[in-house]
């Protein structure tokens, strides 16, 4: 744990939760994009956790940037700080710094990448971005190319691509974004070795959207509580109701649960054996996602459903979330694969290994 995590962590929450106000949701709902607010992100230094002073962030570890990252979903804002904070992250141990404070995105699909060329010197980036998280907004995204059957990493600007725009179900950017023509620097071009890059962005924006769904599904416990203390039903505050007393209980069970994975993965990540504790993890979280969505809906009764409560905006990320960076289905598959590759039965898998231990 990093000396500046509490510090973090304190700032950080008391300004997002002031500025995650009903208006900020709706203006998300929007697919609206905040620059005063982006640049108060900014100056607070969200936007530089984990990344050293020389690569222009202010330090840290990847504790402290998943604790910024799970408030941002306990606190949603309408800004691409995740993406940008994991744009840098991958930049920065490619050693390329950013000198701008623009937001950034990404691009790692290795079924549909990029392609470069080489032209008298020159490269030239053709291809589609498909489903970019708030590609509109970003200055850059960071891309999976092919250059002459070589697997390269790109700085692409997006300022020379024709956006298509898209939203998921919440709301957020999620664009497409076609490039023809592009000439990119020589140095904006990384070799990479068997698309660990790809893997490693893959692996992180999972793990990424698993602290965002645990972050929202611990406010979605505040709301639920806060109603059913505040609401009666046949002169009877809802919380001596043993029904809802039943649906909390769940809720805050399978809350505690995820946060318990997240933090056990974030904790492998900091030690490098992060893959399998990753899959496990985001398997896990988004199984129980629709059922915390549908829990606090029941709790609430048809009053959550309408556009004016918290509770509607919330449940949306929930389920937007779930398929973002992989949904259980994905990475169930993965886990099959990893466990056909690596030596040892399922026993040995389940029994000997904490990762597994400390989800189960």
């Known amino acids: 744990m990093s000396e500046i995590k509490e510090y973090i962590y304190d700032s950080a929450s008391k300004f997002l939760k002031k500025q995650s106000t009903q208006a900020l949701l709706e203006k998300g709902q929007m697919g609206l994009f905040d620059d005063e607010l982006w640049a108060s992100v900014n100056d607070m230094g969200l936007t530089g956790v984990n990344i050293s002073e020389a690569y222009g962030g202010v330090g840290g570890d990847y504790e402290d940037g998943f604790t910024v990252i799970k408030l941002v979903g306990q606190y949603p804002i309408p800004l691409p700080l995740t993406e940008t904070l994991i744009s840098k992250w991958i930049l920065s141990q490619y050693g390329i710094k950013i000198t701008h ?73 999620r664009d497409s974004l076609f490039f023809h023509g592009v000439n990119i620097e020589d140095s904006a071009i990384k070799i990479i070795k068997d698309c660990e890059s790809k893997k490693k962005v893959e692996q992180l924006y999972a793990l990424a959207k698993a602290a965002m769904l645990t972050g929202i599904s611990e406010r979605v416990v505040q709301e639920c ?107 169930q598959g993965e886990l099959s694969t990893y466990i056909e590759k690596n030596s040892g039965t399922i026993w040995s898998l389940l029994v000997d290994n904490h990762s597994v231990r400390s989800i189960l």
């Open 101 to 173: 404070d623009q937001p950034l995105s990404f691009y790692f699909n290795e079924q549909n990448p990029l392609e470069v060329r080489e032209h008298n010197g020159n490269y030239i980036l053709n291809g589609e971005a498909l489903n970019v998280p708030w590609g509109r907004v970003a200055k850059e995204i960071v891309a999976l190319a092919k250059c002459q059957n070589q697997w390269i990493m790109v700085l692409v600007p997006v300022n020379e691509s024709k956006i298509h725009e898209k939203v998921n179900l919440a709301g957020e950017p």
């Open 225 to 331: 509580l806060l109603y059913a203390s505040e609401r009666k039903q046949f002169g009877r505050k809802l919380y001596r109701f043993q029904a809802v007393q039943q649906h909390i209980s769940f809720l805050v069970g399978e809350t505690a649960a995820c946060l318990a994975a997240v933090n056990n993965a974030v904790e492998m990540l900091q030690g490098g054996n992060d893959a399998l504790s990753i899959m496990l993890t985001k398997i896990k979280v988004s199984a129980v996602a629709g059922d915390i969505a549908m829990t606090a809906h029941q709790l609430h009764g048809a009053i959550g459903m309408t556009y004016e409560h918290t509770l509607h905006h919330l449940t949306k990320r929930l389920w937007s979330w779930r398929d973002e960076g992989g949904n259980e289905r994905y990475w």
